[in-house]
C-alpha cells in the first residue's frame, strides 16, 4: 500500500534516471573571530583604496579573485597597473612581516590571470606594491614591495 501524506495525497513520484532533489546543506555559523578578522581586513582594505585614490591612482578592482589566487587591490595610473597586497596587523613591522613568498608567487598569478583577462595595450608596466595597515597609523605604501622572477 502506497504511502500518504498527512494532507491525505500520495507522496510525488521521482522519475525514471532522475536522482531526488538533493537535502539542503545546513550553513554554519560564523565564528566571531573569523567575522571580526573579515571586518578589519575590509575596513584595512577601503583606507589603503583611499589612500591610493589620494596617491591619483584610479581603483579598478578590490578583491578579485581567480582560480589561482585573490589580489586585494587592482589600481593604475596612467600607464602604470598596480597590484596591491594589504597587510592589516597590530603595527607595521608584523604586517611588514606578514607578506611570505608562497602568497606573492599566489599574487603574481592571479596577476597574470587579471592580465590575460583584462588585456590592455595602454599598460606599460606591472608592479607589486603592499600597504601596510595598523590601528592608530596612517598605512605605509611599499611600492615594489615584491618582484616576482
Not at 591619483?56 to 585573490?70: M, Q
Not at 586585494?72 to 594589504?86: G, K
Not at 608567487?105 to 606591472?126: F, G, K, N, S
Request: aromatic share 6%; net charge positive; charged share 30%.
Amino acid at each position: 500500500m502506497a504511502r500518504r501524506s498527512s494532507d491525505g495525497r500520495a507522496p510525488k513520484a521521482t522519475p525514471v534516471g532522475k536522482a531526488s532533489p538533493r537535502p539542503q546543506r545546513l550553513k554554519r555559523e560564523a565564528r566571531p573571530e573569523k567575522i571580526a578578522a573579515f571586518r578589519v581586513g575590509i575596513s584595512a582594505e577601503s583606507r589603503a583604496a583611499a589612500l591610493l585614490i589620494a596617491k591619483g591612482f584610479r581603483i579598478l578592482a578590490r578583491r578579485w579573485k581567480s582560480p589561482v589566487g585573490e589580489i586585494d587591490i587592482v589600481a593604475r595610473r596612467r600607464s602604470l597597473l598596480v597590484f596591491v597586497e594589504v597587510k592589516a596587523r597590530n603595527n607595521l613591522d608584523e604586517a611588514a612581516e606578514a607578506l611570505q613568498a608562497r602568497q606573492q608567487r599566489r599574487i603574481a598569478a592571479a596577476a597574470e590571470v587579471w592580465l590575460a583577462t583584462y588585456p590592455d595595450d595602454a599598460i606599460r608596466d606591472c608592479r607589486f606594491d603592499a600597504i601596510l595597515v595598523a590601528p592608530g597609523k596612517l598605512p605605509r605604501h611599499i611600492p615594489a614591495a615584491f618582484e616576482v622572477c
